[in-house]
């Protein structure tokens, strides 16, 4: 399982140990329809102090979501993001980069990411990370692997079952403070046909308002392509 730990210095960033190589070609595919979250349940969880964490955690029950019925539509004449698709090791992944979002490194954000995205003006970022299935016995397994106790302090926590673009998982909503940093996340545990994936998207915690819905739109965008 790829170790994920994080650290904090004027902007937010994550390193992992370990390397997964990636290629970014343009695609000018404009099938994408987003899809968004709807009603969440909420729930309140707390964890240690350590600076570093690895993300694996057990679930709870929580309230299910299908994205795949639109919960708003954009505006027809609003244009859409530039289609970035990224070749990777372990898949081929397609985002919709809205305004301010590019593709970065893939060691500024994690070693082993798949995913490295960054809205520098906004301070936000976005990465994934991804498993083969063949690792774990099942997603419930994979799951109770992700340990997400090493973040600091949890409030404010939310989860809900999701849906977007063949995908489908787990998405939790909090903020987790450490260092005396508040940090906003958005984690989706989501099952393809070949890979669990880790989809992670941070902000600093003044900044939730502001940043919730680009990060959702981001993060609704992913989709797995076939090799």
């Known amino acids: 399982m790829k170790k994920l730990k994080i650290i904090t210095i ?6 992992i140990s370990g390397c997964s190589g990636r290629k970014v070609v343009e695609d000018d595919d404009d099938s994408y329809i987003e899809e968004t979250s709807s009603s969440i349940e909420e729930s309140s969880s707390y964890g240690d102090d350590e600076v570093f964490y690895e993300p694996r955690e057990s679930t709870s029950t929580s309230e299910s979501v299908d994205e795949n019925t639109k919960a708003t539509e954009e505006p027809k ?14 898949g081929n ?11 970065v490194e893939t060691k500024e954000l994690s070693d082993n ?12 970022y976005y990465m994934v990370l991804s498993e083969a299935k063949k690792d774990f016995d099942s997603f419930d397994a994979f799951k109770n ?4 106790s090493d973040l600091g302090e949890r409030t404010d926590e939310k989860k809900e079952t999701i ?6 998982g787990e998405r939790r909503m909090f903020t987790a403070t450490k260092d005396d940093v508040e940090v906003f996340y958005i984690y989706d545990l ?4 070949d890979h ?12 939730k308002e502001n940043n919730k819905d680009d990060m959702i739109k981001i993060m609704n965008s992913l989709v797995e392509l076939q090799k």
């Not at 990411?113 to 936000?124: C, G, P, R």
Request: aromatic share 8%; proline share 0%.
């Open 10 to 15: 004027l902007l937010i960033g994550l390193v």
């Open 77 to 90: 004449d609003q244009a859409k993001g530039k289609i970035e698709v990224i070749k990777t090791k372990n």
């Open 163 to 168: 849906k977007y673009n063949e995908l489908k």
């Open 190 to 193: 989501m099952e393809s046909k």
């Open 145 to 148: 692997s992700v340990d997400l």
């Open 113 to 124: 990411a798949d995913v490295s995205l960054k809205n520098t003006a906004n301070e936000e």
């Open 93 to 103: 992944f397609k985002v919709e980069l809205t305004d301010g979002w590019q593709s």
């Open 196 to 207: 669990y994936l880790q989809c992670i998207s941070w902000t600093l915690a003044d900044k």
